[in-house]
């Protein structure tokens, strides 16, 4: 079975133009951590953003250029204590703090190749892309399980 | 003291010493430094002589993996991101602080030329850690502060470069003074250990790349990228190829064939803390005391003139790239501090070179103590003059 067949085709994604806090707005709708795709005016995939990204709204700088840095020490940020302008609901947008680094299964690919990487990646979801990049769906291990589970005839 | 009482020792008290250091703005880095200084064989000797013998052992790992996640610096992605500005500023200070400190310690001072050399290599490295600290500290915000965090993200990779062609130049140079084909010989070697290690590293990426495909779990993503890193460092060490450029070549080439390199260099990040720990502690531990008061002129020339190198190589990467005026003014200031690179490099230099070895290495250990405490200060003033500190 592959990936497309049984992928759900209805996935919140955003801009990279997108403000802070209309992604909050978006955030609020989840009960679980999310992996909200970004995507280019075409529809590919750029990056992600997640809730762990929105910590990284509340640094004045972005930690994406200091990930290759070597001996950093990590920030011991508490974020009680930190203290912003309320402007950055309007000056931060998602491009600021999304990861460009991602993983994404293609639409062909088996479950089981998509349950490895997730496995490997210790992630839960991955977006679905088609061979062109193009963001098309998303893919919970929820939905492997459920065939895993109906093929050995466990529910109907 | 047996060796794991040592280890655990270094460890633990390497901790409290990095909480308790971080309380006066300084960085871990700084702290690990200063107690390999207190615990090591000049003032308290609380290290093994085990552990000190792994020196050499742990800091050829800690370079290699250094240096492997360096290479990510040279993926298509990210040198297309990293603007026109950062690019010439960073090679023009790491090669200003390389010519200047080079001709001064040739011309002025009269050392030899591969020792000359040596020290202009070292002295491009810039640590980033205390200037971040700062950044963070003080919540700098600006065009300054996106500028001089790009530049010092990506110094390290010049660095290593600059001391792999400066190495091979000054090992040629040694072993060679009275050849008549001098020149020749100079530049086959240079040329030979370079490509041998280029060779050395894709060929690792490659394997590491094919590899990838087959592992299952998080475990067996770090032992294989452990595992492909140590055999690429264990090989180039028996070419006797540059450790460094090899481990860099790896991380370059596998990030740019791999899409999904990263998942590889982060593996590898969830157990480097420790081993950097121990890679600075043994660094402290290393100088060697008595012989600080005979380098004298030597390390006060090198205090000023990388720094003035880095100043007037910044300034004219500044003025190339039409980098706004707080820019060219002031972004040498945040290029101060030296610590992990430049230590690695001294190391090398110090197995490579056993006769002025211990001089270069206690010159590093020493110069990196004095940057490491008033970089921070000069940074702090570089952001204020630039107007990127934002004043509640």
């Not at chain 1, 974020?79 to 931060?92: A, P, Q, R, T, Y």
């Not at chain 2, 965090?149 to 010049?158: C, E, K, P, R, T």
Request: aromatic share 10%.
């Amino acid at each position: 079975m592959r990936v497309k067949e049984i992928m759900s085709k209805e996935v919140i994604s955003v801009k990279r133009s997108m403000k802070l806090k209309e992604l909050l707005r978006i955030f609020r709708n989840f009960h679980i951590f999310p992996l909200v795709p970004v995507v280019e005016e075409n529809g590919r995939l750029a990056g992600i953003v997640s809730f762990r990204n929105l910590i990284d709204a509340l640094q004045s700088y972005h930690p994406n250029m200091l990930k290759l840095v070597p001996f950093l020490d990590e920030e011991e940020q508490n974020i009680f204590k930190i203290d912003v302008s309320e402007d950055i609901g309007d000056l931060v947008v998602v491009e600021d703090i999304m990861e460009y680094e991602y993983m994404s299964v293609l639409d062909d690919s088996s479950l089981e190749e998509a349950y490895n990487q997730m496995k490997l990646c210790l992630k839960e979801e991955f977006p679905v892309v088609d061979k062109s990049g193009r963001l098309i769906g998303r893919i919970g291990i929820f939905d492997i399980l459920q065939v895993v589970f109906r093929q050995k005839g466990i529910i109907k | 003291m047996n060796t794991i009482l040592g280890l655990g020792f270094i460890m633990f008290v390497g901790l409290l010493s990095a909480k308790l250091i971080k309380k006066i703005k300084l960085p871990s880095v700084t702290a690990y430094l200063l107690l390999g200084i207190v615990i090591g064989p000049p003032l308290l000797r609380f290290v093994p002589e085990e552990v000190l013998g792994a020196s050499g052992l742990i800091s050829n790992i800690v370079l290699g993996i250094i240096a492997f996640g360096i290479g990510q610096n040279f993926s298509r992605y990210h040198l297309r991101r990293i603007g026109r500005s950062v690019l010439w500023i960073s090679v023009l200070e790491a090669c200003g602080a390389w010519v200047l400190v080079t001709s001064i310690f040739y011309l002025l001072l009269r050392q030899p030329f591969y020792l000359s050399l040596l020290f202009g290599s070292i002295a491009s490295a810039t640590a980033p850690a205390a200037t971040v600290m700062v950044i963070r500290e003080y919540r700098a915000k600006g065009n300054f502060t996106d500028t001089l965090l790009g530049v010092v993200a990506i110094d390290d990779a010049w660095c290593l470069i600059i001391f792999a062609i400066s190495l091979a130049i000054s090992q040629a140079i040694y072993a060679h003074t009275v050849a008549t084909s001098f020149l020749v010989q100079v530049f086959l070697k240079s040329l030979l250990s370079i490509f041998g290690a280029f060779v050395l590293g894709a060929f690792s990426a490659f394997l590491l790349s094919i590899f990838y495909r087959f592992m299952r779990t998080p475990t067996d993503l770090l032992i294989l990228t452990m595992g492909i890193v140590f055999l690429n460092i264990g090989i180039a060490i028996w070419l006797h190829l540059s450790v460094l450029l090899s481990s860099m070549f790896l991380g370059t080439v596998l990030v740019n064939i791999n899409r999904y390199s990263f998942k590889l260099f982060d593996s590898l990040k969830t157990i480097d803390s420790p081993l950097f720990l121990l890679f600075f502690v043994l660094a402290g531990a290393n100088l060697e005391i008595n012989i600080i008061g005979s380098i004298g002129i030597l390390g006060l020339a090198y205090l000023i003139f990388r720094v003035a190198g880095k100043m007037f190589g910044a300034s004219l990467g500044a003025r190339i790239s039409n980098a706004p005026t707080s820019v060219r003014k002031y972004l040498g200031y945040g290029l101060i501090p030296q610590a992990g690179v430049a230590l690695g490099c001294a190391l090398v230099a110090k197995s490579d070179f056993p006769q002025v070895g211990n001089m270069i290495f206690t010159t590093i250990v020493a110069t990196t103590v004095v940057y490491e405490l008033i970089g921070p200060l000069c940074t702090k003033y570089a952001l204020r003059k630039a107007e990127d500190i934002i004043t509640h």
